[in-house]
């Protein structure tokens, strides 16, 4: 026995009521609870004049559609999210707690083979965001959207480091990144006044694997600092096999480019090749910025890196190379990298 009434059902029931059936006789013949009945007519009441101009009030079947419709209209479709308070609990702290994105956190869930009673895609839970459904979370709690303006890049002459190769000599395999092995390098700085430690940043462009390393200040000794000792630490064979070529812009700390490419352990051989950026030119170490601004989800701009502990800095290098990423097909770069390896 169906619960609702179909659009036939109404006009069967208009039939017979013009027959003088009462309601429960009306229910025995279509198979519907008589309170159903009762419901449907009062729905479909509507007010007519008879030809000697009196008012009655009769059932029409049309009407009682019409009201329908429109009831499930503004009632929409029922939330998939239900009352599954585990998943809620699990977007709420991967979202607020974990920094992660909803598609991020949706991809983790699937990486990992978690199960829940719901399964929404990314949109849908963008919308539920958007809507207010969740208690704990708001669109103030995700990465921020930015409709960027496109623009013109004009190719300049690098002006800081004329002794260094220009970005224009860096072999074309880089660009396609289908070879590991090839990294753009940054550093992140304090807020203004706030203290001189920075972070060094390398990111490497096939499987988007971040290192990130706390230096002193952002002098060109620190960061040929920072690169000795993480060469010591794999060693120098394993170091030129894993940074075939590093792309840098023109600040000052990476003037130095002989520093970068001289190992610290075997005196005649270069540890890596060099390669710069044109200047205001952002935009030819993408990679480079796009990881910058997931750093920024943990230490905000104008933030003082001093304050931040060495396993802070570990744990946040660890969040990004196990984050999923759209780009790498909701792979995690650890897992992309791995699977590039086999």
């Given at each position: 026995m169906?619960?609702?009434?179909?659009?036939?059902?109404?006009y069967q029931i208009e039939i017979l009521l013009k027959s003088k059936k009462k309601p429960c006789e009306i229910a025995a013949l279509i198979g519907k609870c008589v309170r159903t009945i009762y419901y449907e007519i009062n729905r479909g009441k509507t007010e007519q004049l008879t030809t000697d101009l009196k008012k009655i009030v009769v059932y029409k079947a049309d009407a009682a559609q019409r009201v329908y419709r429109k009831?499930?209209?503004?009632?929409?479709?029922?939330?998939?999210?239900?009352n599954d308070?585990?998943?809620?609990?699990?977007?709420?702290?991967?979202?607020r707690e974990e920094h992660y994105s909803p598609y991020a956190a949706l991809q983790r869930a699937r990486n990992e083979g978690m199960r829940f009673q719901t399964d929404i895609c990314t949109k849908t839970l963008y919308n539920y965001i958007d809507a207010g459904l969740f208690l704990n979370i708001s669109n103030k709690h995700?990465?921020?959207?930015?409709?960027?303006?496109?623009?013109?890049?004009?190719?300049?002459?690098?002006?800081?480091?004329?002794k260094g190769d220009s970005?224009?000599?860096?072999?074309?395999?880089?660009?396609?990144?289908?070879?590991?092995?090839?990294?753009?390098m940054d550093t992140v700085v304090s807020g203004q006044g706030k203290g001189k430690a920075c972070l060094l940043v390398l990111s490497e462009r096939m499987t988007r694997e971040e290192i990130i390393r706390k230096i002193p200040d952002?002098?060109?000794a620190s960061v040929i600092s920072a690169l000795d000792k993480?060469?010591?630490?794999?060693?120098?064979?394993?170091f030129r096999e894993t940074f075939r070529t590093i792309t840098c812009d023109n600040g000052c700390e990476f003037l130095n480019f002989t520093g970068i490419e001289k190992s610290c352990i075997n005196k005649k051989?270069?540890?890596?090749?060099?390669?710069?950026?044109h200047p205001y030119s952002s935009w030819e170490r993408g990679t480079n910025e796009n990881q910058n601004g997931l750093i920024r989800r943990f230490i905000p701009k104008g933030a003082d890196i001093g304050r931040y502990s060495e396993e802070d800095i570990g744990h946040i290098e660890h969040w990004m190379n196990t984050y999923p990423r759209k780009i790498l097909e909701g792979k995690s770069s650890s897992q992309y990298k791995k699977e590039k390896a086999r």
């Open positions: 169906g619960k609702h009434i179909t659009e036939q059902e109404r009831h499930k209209q503004e009632n929409g479709r029922s939330l998939k999210i239900g308070m585990r998943f809620v609990r699990y977007i709420e702290k991967s979202i995700l990465p921020q959207k930015k409709q960027r303006k496109k623009r013109e890049y004009k190719r300049t002459v690098p002006l800081n480091n004329l970005i224009e000599k860096r072999p074309e395999e880089v660009q396609e990144r289908d070879i590991y092995g090839h990294w753009e952002k002098k060109t993480l060469e010591r630490e794999i060693g120098a064979r394993r051989l270069p540890r890596t090749k060099t390669y710069f950026c």
